[in-house]
């Protein structure tokens, strides 16, 4: 099971009257952008969460697999419209209380995506129509969804304890998103598992920065982290490294990274006074694989702390060159 978030819009009453999710092949240029292509990867049982003006307003179970042909035939209009969409029909469970983005933003920026995120920082949603929803995220947005829909306020309930049960019993929406959060987590608990054995055994069972060899202390650590990788790159054994506690939460907080070819990089935010404290060392290179290669390079590119200052500092220095050379052009 995937999960999407589909931004709706003025679209969502028309579509959730005619069961459905659908959008055209191509835009008004010809090109196939990418929240419409992604539309092909919805399978049968895949939840979508229904975002319209700041709102999670609905929740929805496709009910089949994406279509692709002519408006005229997969809409059932019948109007000549030879207009190529794709087509998914789904079950919809409107929500009695939609969850605001805008308030709930904070508690969902750490698990939105680095690219193809369905908001901006402050939960305004992105153009396009069909994201992808990692399932950390997902979990996030049922558990917001089932405080609004699900619980009963807290003064209120010893009182409707009883009526608590007997409402949420037979609660279609309660069943779906307890299913829903048992089928991602067990999706996360069973890829993070598969992931961690095969990594273990390429980096011999130890930490390459300090030989820690204690397994309860290693951790299997991803380079590219489950929010941004696709199913086969989160259980890819080289999308990542086996460090010690210590050392991977440097890594998963880009205090530090590699290369590809394994020269450890310390941000400057750790003064060199404490790198042996925190057992690191400047020189240090570990063992890497040509499939390294590509992760480490994401790595360094998005979560290294020091990517920005690299950056920025870049910038300054081509503004200076250039401001230097129409200084000495106007002075000659």
């Keep these: 099971m995937n999960s999407f978030i589909v931004m709706q819009g003025e679209t969502y009453q028309e579509e959730k009257r005619m069961g459905l999710l ?9 090109m196939v952008p990418h929240s419409y292509r992604r539309m092909e990867e919805i399978k049968k049982g895949d939840r979508i969460f229904h975002y ?65 995120s369905a908001f901006q920082e402050d939960g305004t949603g992105n153009p396009g129509y069909l994201y992808p929803c990692n399932e950390e995220l997902a979990i996030k947005l049922l558990e917001g969804i089932s405080m609004l829909n699900v619980y009963a306020p807290e003064e209120e309930q010893l009182e409707l304890v009883m009526e608590v049960v007997r409402t949420t019993e037979h609660n279609p929406l309660v069943s779906l998103i307890a299913e829903t959060i048992l089928e991602a987590k067990t999706k996360m608990q069973r890829g993070e598992q598969q992931f961690g054995k095969r990594l ?12 820690m060899d204690l397994e309860p202390v290693l951790k299997a650590t991803y380079a590219k982290p489950w929010k941004d990788s696709s199913d086969p790159e989160r259980l890819d054994p080289y999308n990542g490294v086996l460090l010690c506690s210590n050392h991977n939460a440097m890594y998963l907080t880009g205090l530090i990274s590699f290369n590809a070819n394994g020269k450890l990089q310390i941000a400057k935010k750790i003064p060199a006074e404490k790198y042996a404290d925190y057992g690191l060392n400047e020189k240090a290179k570990i063992p890497v694989y040509p499939e390294n290669g590509v992760y480490f390079k994401w790595h360094r590119k998005n979560l290294f702390a020091d990517k920005r200052t690299r950056s ?21």
């Design 22 to 30: 659908w959008t055209p092949q191509h835009d008004k240029s010809g």
């Design 52 to 116: 319209v003006k700041g709102f999670i307003i609905a929740i929805s179970v496709a009910k089949e697999n994406c279509r692709s042909g002519s408006k005229s035939r997969l809409l059932n209009t019948s109007a000549d419209e030879d207009e190529k969409i794709f087509a998914v029909s789904a079950e919809y469970h409107e929500l009695e209380n939609p969850l605001n983005m805008g308030t709930y933003i904070t508690e969902l920026n750490s698990m939105l995506p680095v690219k193809y």
């Design 312 to 332: 920025i500092s870049l910038k300054k220095e081509l503004v200076s060159a250039e401001n230097k050379t129409s200084e000495r052009e106007q002075g000659e």
């Design 200 to 211: 273990s055994r390429l980096w011999n069972k130890s930490c390459p920065l300090c030989g």
